[in-house]
């Protein structure tokens, strides 16, 4: 029987394991310094935090969320997104405020796979949770241009709106309500179904004739009370101290309940129609429908997968085995032992280094060796041995050079 991978996931390979470390390590120098420190949450949670959090008239609990019961009887989720998870975990354990979190976990939504994106995937994420000031807003999105610009995303351009408050809103989503009652028979079966449930939500459609026609919607901008057109202008000033490059879009919306103000996505236009790479904003009201105190909080979220294939490009996720700095290459049963202890030696110094142990004259060897993609290999027989001279190989101008242990280490080490 043959078996494959369930749609929508994929197997992670050397070479992009390997982008993904480098890429978390990118995030953590960037992140400690700011102040964030890591967080972890279970896999799965009770279905009804994200039913309660994320919105129920959202996609992810009304169609994506893989929703299950346990033996006990209990209604559970697997993990759709991360900032519910993070703000019940701040208030379960009584984390102090202000707190900066950051985490590396793996999401899971039931929807439609895309290039790039997938029903398993793996998200970063910076929460900045107590702290409402607009500078907050400005340092977060400039962390998040320092972060994807040092990862060498190219073409990067930044969307930013404000949604407003409790305040200002209701006045514009019945503005808003009004207009789609007038359009409802040109909307498509979504945007008809959102504008009763979130008419926010139409902005999200990729509809053309949806598209055609929001373009003459009210804008949330023109509504916005003093206090948040106030903010999103201390935002915006934030961002020219840096001279952040950016885009106002007031019809960018984000696709979650808890959202308010500020809201911001990172795009690159490399990655085409889905060229959104991490997406973020303000939600000042999620501690308090999650039953804790009114505390403001600001967070984004990107999924490493857009990250890299927008940063390194599709070779990242090909399924070549990554090189081999040092193979050695044993001639003889005498040699095989020698080059066990020899492995050891030579990756105490810091050096990568492996050993073809497979029996064979030396031209067998340097086959399997260019087929393990091997860059340079170190020739061990029964004459290396007794001289303590060893021949080193490259492997890709083919040139030889004989060498002592000493001048071989010295060698290596400063290459």
Request: hydrophobic share 35%.
């Given at each position: 029987?043959?078996?494959?991978?369930?749609?929508?996931?994929?197997?992670?390979?050397?070479?992009?394991?390997?982008?993904?470390?480098?890429?978390?390590?990118?995030?953590?120098?960037?992140?400690?310094?700011?102040?964030?420190?890591?967080?972890?949450?279970?896999?799965?949670?009770?279905?009804?935090?994200?039913?309660?959090?994320?919105?129920?008239?959202?996609?992810?609990?009304?169609?994506?969320?893989?929703?299950?019961?346990?033996?006990?009887?209990?209604?559970?989720?697997?993990?759709?997104?991360?900032?519910?998870?993070?703000?019940?975990?701040?208030?379960?354990?009584?984390?102090?405020?202000?707190?900066?979190?950051?985490?590396?976990?793996?999401?899971?939504?039931?929807?439609?796979?895309?290039?790039?994106?997938?029903?398993?995937?793996?998200?970063?994420?910076?929460?900045?949770?107590?702290?409402?000031?607009?500078?907050?807003?400005?340092?977060?999105?400039?962390?998040?241009?320092?972060?994807?610009?040092?990862?060498?995303?190219?073409?990067?351009?930044?969307?930013?709106?404000?949604?407003?408050?409790?305040?200002?809103?209701?006045?514009?989503?019945?503005?808003?309500?009004?207009?789609?009652?007038?359009?409802?028979?040109?909307?498509?079966?979504?945007?008809?179904?959102?504008?009763?449930?979130?008419?926010?939500?139409?902005?999200?459609?990729?509809?053309?004739?949806?598209?055609?026609?929001?373009?003459?919607?009210?804008?949330?901008?023109?509504?916005?009370?003093?206090?948040?057109?106030?903010?999103?202008?201390?935002?915006?000033?934030?961002?020219?101290?840096?001279?952040?490059?950016?885009?106002?879009?007031?019809?960018?919306?984000?696709?979650?309940?808890?959202?308010?103000?500020?809201?911001?996505?990172?795009?690159?236009?490399?990655?085409?129609?889905?060229?959104?790479?991490?997406?973020?904003?303000?939600?000042?009201?999620?501690?308090?429908?999650?039953?804790?105190?009114?505390?403001?909080?600001?967070?984004?979220?990107?999924?490493?997968?857009?990250?890299?294939?927008?940063?390194?490009?599709?070779?990242?996720?090909?399924?070549v085995q990554p090189g081999i700095p040092l193979l050695l290459l044993p001639l003889g049963d005498k040699a095989k032992p020698y080059c066990l202890d020899l492995l050891f030696k030579l990756r105490e110094k810091g050096i990568g280094v492996q050993a073809e142990f497979r029996s064979g004259g030396l031209s067998r060897q340097l086959k399997r060796a260019d087929s393990r993609n091997a860059e340079k290999v170190l020739i061990v027989g029964d004459k290396e041995i007794e001289s303590g001279s060893f021949i080193?190989?490259?492997?890709?101008?083919?040139?030889?050079?004989?060498?002592?242990?000493?001048?071989?280490?010295?060698?290596?080490?400063?290459?």
């Amino acid at each position: 029987m043959k078996f494959r991978r369930v749609k929508g996931t994929r197997d992670v390979l050397p070479r992009e394991a390997a982008a993904r470390r480098e890429l978390e390590e990118k995030v953590f120098e960037l992140l400690a310094p700011a102040g964030f420190h890591p967080v972890l949450t279970p896999t799965f949670e009770h279905y009804e935090l994200y039913k309660r959090s994320t919105g129920e008239s959202s996609d992810i609990v009304i169609k994506e969320m893989y929703r299950f019961q346990d033996m006990g009887g209990r209604d559970l989720a697997l993990r759709p997104e991360g900032t519910p998870s993070v703000m019940r975990a701040v208030l379960e354990n009584s984390i102090k405020l202000p707190a900066r979190l950051w985490y590396v976990m793996p999401m899971f939504r039931q929807d439609k796979p895309q290039k790039g994106r997938y029903r398993e995937h793996t998200q970063i994420g910076a929460e900045i949770i107590g702290e409402g000031d607009p500078q907050i807003d400005a340092e977060l999105v400039k962390i998040g241009f320092d972060l994807f610009t040092s990862i060498g995303i190219h073409e990067m351009f930044i969307e930013l709106n404000s949604i407003g408050c409790r305040e200002c809103r209701p006045g514009y989503i019945k503005k808003l309500k009004d207009f789609l009652v007038q359009h409802a028979d040109e909307l498509c079966d979504d945007c008809r179904l959102r504008a009763e449930r979130n008419p926010l939500r139409v902005f999200d459609c990729k509809q053309k004739s949806c598209q055609r026609i929001l373009s003459d919607a009210p804008l949330q901008t023109d509504y916005l009370c003093p206090g948040c057109a106030d903010h999103f202008s201390q935002v915006k000033a934030g961002l020219d101290i840096f001279q952040i490059p950016y885009e106002e879009n007031p019809r960018l919306v984000r696709g979650l309940d808890y959202y308010s103000r500020t809201v911001v996505e990172f795009k690159s236009r490399e990655l085409g129609a889905q060229d959104t790479v991490c997406g973020g904003g303000r939600y000042d009201y999620l501690m308090q429908e999650m039953g804790g105190p009114a505390t403001p909080a600001i967070g984004f979220a990107f999924g490493v997968e857009r990250a890299l294939l927008a940063s390194r490009g599709e070779d990242v996720f090909s399924s070549v085995q990554p090189g081999i700095p040092l193979l050695l290459l044993p001639l003889g049963d005498k040699a095989k032992p020698y080059c066990l202890d020899l492995l050891f030696k030579l990756r105490e110094k810091g050096i990568g280094v492996q050993a073809e142990f497979r029996s064979g004259g030396l031209s067998r060897q340097l086959k399997r060796a260019d087929s393990r993609n091997a860059e340079k290999v170190l020739i061990v027989g029964d004459k290396e041995i007794e001289s303590g001279s060893f021949i080193v190989r490259d492997m890709g101008t083919g040139e030889q050079e004989e060498l002592t242990f000493d001048e071989l280490i010295s060698g290596l080490v400063n290459t």
